[in-house]
């Protein structure tokens, strides 16, 4: 028999009164005090719900409907009640846990480790194998659609000579051959910013007049459009598109329904994250590029020689890497100069 | 502010007793809580999220005391898993349409902002029905027709003219004639000043005057004018605040160019973020000034408030919440939750105490308004 005082809402006036329980473990007995009028009141122990605790406060029993519930700080004998009649949910599990440091900082732990291996290697592998997924009809649309948006609000229409255009052309469709690549289509566009080409979803690689002025000679042009080439093969653009889900559906996770300052301050991790993302691809886009130029004919070289010249025309400071969607100019070139050498000096 | 009575003290003039809040929540306790929850939530794939969501607010539900009763939540979390399920599964219908056909996605998009008056009155009403004290659950009066008629007809009709201005733009990118432009952009931006604060006051009246607690419905009649003064008031102060940091941080910044060149040079992205970070804590400035006004000015059956926040400590707190919150990447989030709620609970204050010992729920059936619950699953963070 265990015994307690406890706080009685009826649910129906907010009057609180006092009343004593007793419990045997099948019934739950309530009597009022200091009311000689109130009889006591029986009530079977499976149709209450007793609640799980919470922090440090009261237990709270819920009655049978339209009978109120019970408020008690004689936590210690609730605790005894329900072991006396085996009511330990997984609730009172979680209670334990949310009350020892140790366990919590354990969970600090293992969330900073479950972010690290998603962002490392969940995210990744999901996120590439969906992109591969998506139809081609699917993602030639999405490409229509952003370059005629980008059409609108950006870009102009080329200002090159028609004959250069089509000579460049020639020489692009003469490498795709040689390198073995089906042709993705060719698009020039007039940008007053700074030289500029890009690969968009599907089969289209975009190149501004600048970048037509800015480099030297045809083999630098070719290793640029390998590079986007690369990206348009592999289909960075849509990987790019769902790992960005991914980091979004992990960030909602890791912040749940916390308030809208919160969200602002993830935006910078999930910023971070994502720009980590972007140096990968660009990384695997100089290799693979480096690779169709070596088939086709032309080296490393002329791809080590145009980075050289955008070192030398937009300084890359070396510092944070972490915060550029690319990796240092510095970095690319170390890297595709090991791909000249790897390639016998070319 | 009358410091004549507490909760506690009984020996207060017996016919108005006013008891303040108290919260006990504490920032300890609630961290772990928080974690362990968030952990659950990522682990289950945000299943658990519904669970975490109720165990976090019944924590400040069952810390905050009033005359030594504590307030209950009585939401389940399956409900609001439903509620998350549904509205997730919404908005990445939408989202995947917009991006496979734009005609399809527009009207679904479309679709959704008209549901938002719905959402907010269903979501009101969520908060109230799961919201009880002593036993006796609160209830929301309001009705779907008056949430239309505040929450879609004034941001309807911005949202039409702007839609009409930017297809015009869209139309005229280059020719757009500048006069043409001022002539619709200063009146728009000037109108959108001058009737934020009169759809303030509808929305204050729609939650405030629809509010009851069992049986005893809530009296609510604000001012409009008062309204705008608070308004006034906050607009001059806030602006008043930015030009005065926005001085000092200029004198600073030169001082230091002049002094030693370089460090001042790099001290301006950190002074323009404090700027920047200031501009987006002066809402509660605001967000004091009128929540004193609603609770000062409410009646609930023989209840009414004294609510006293002062706004520039309010500012302050959320100041140096965001600050420790960055700093600490998130994890004195629950601190800054605590911290901010306390200081909220401790300035509000209930005027004739002993008189909720009288107060009844509203009727039998309330009691069992368990029945409906199912389609009570919508709650959204809005509307408050």
Known sequence: MKSFIANWFDGRSARSRRVSVESDGKMLKLTPQGEASSAPMEFPLSSCRILPPLGSGERHIRLPEGHGHLE?????????????????TGLHLLHRMESRWKLALGALAVIVLLIALAYRYLIPVVADRAALLVPDSAA?????HALSQLDTHIFKPSRLD????DRIQRLY???????GLEEPTLRFRYWPGPPNAFALPYGTIVITDAMVDFVDDDAELLGVLAHETAHQKERHVLKQLFRQMGVFVLVSLAA???SSIVSASATLPTMLIERGYGRDFENEADELGASYMVKAGLGVGPMVAFMQKIQDKYPDKGGSDLLSTHPSTIKRIVRLKELKEINGGR | MGKMDNFDASWGSPSKRKVFATFTGEAGEYFRIWIVNTLLTIVTLGIWLAWAKVRKRRYFYWNTYLDGHRFDYLAEPKAILIGHLLVGGVLLASNLTGKLSPIIGGIVSLALYAAVPWLVYKSLRFKARYSAFRGIRFRFLGDVRQAYKVYAVLPGIFAAILTAFGIYLNAYREEANPIVLSIIVVPLTLAAFALYPYWSFLRKRYTFSNMAFGGAEAVFTPDLKAFYKLYVKAGFVSLGALAGVGVIAAVAVGLGAFLGGDPGFAAVPLLITLYFLLLYTLDQYLYALVTNYCWNNLEIGPISFEVDLEPFRLVWIR????????????????????RWFRYVASRHAVLNAEAIDEMVAASDTDVNALGDAAADFLDLDVGW
């Open chain 1, 256 to 258: 749940g329904d916390a």
């Open chain 1, 140 to 144: 030639q649309t999405i490409s229509e």
């Open chain 2, 319 to 338: 100041f140096s919440n965001i600050v420790a919150m960055v700093a600490s990447l998130g994890m004195l989030t629950p601190w800054a939750q605590i």
């Open chain 1, 72 to 88: 008690t700080l004689q936590n210690a004998t609730v605790e005894e009640l329900e072991k006396l009649i085996g009511s330990t």
């Open chain 1, 173 to 179: 469709r003469d490498f795709c051959v040689k390198a």
């Open chain 1, 162 to 165: 028609e004959w250069r255009r």
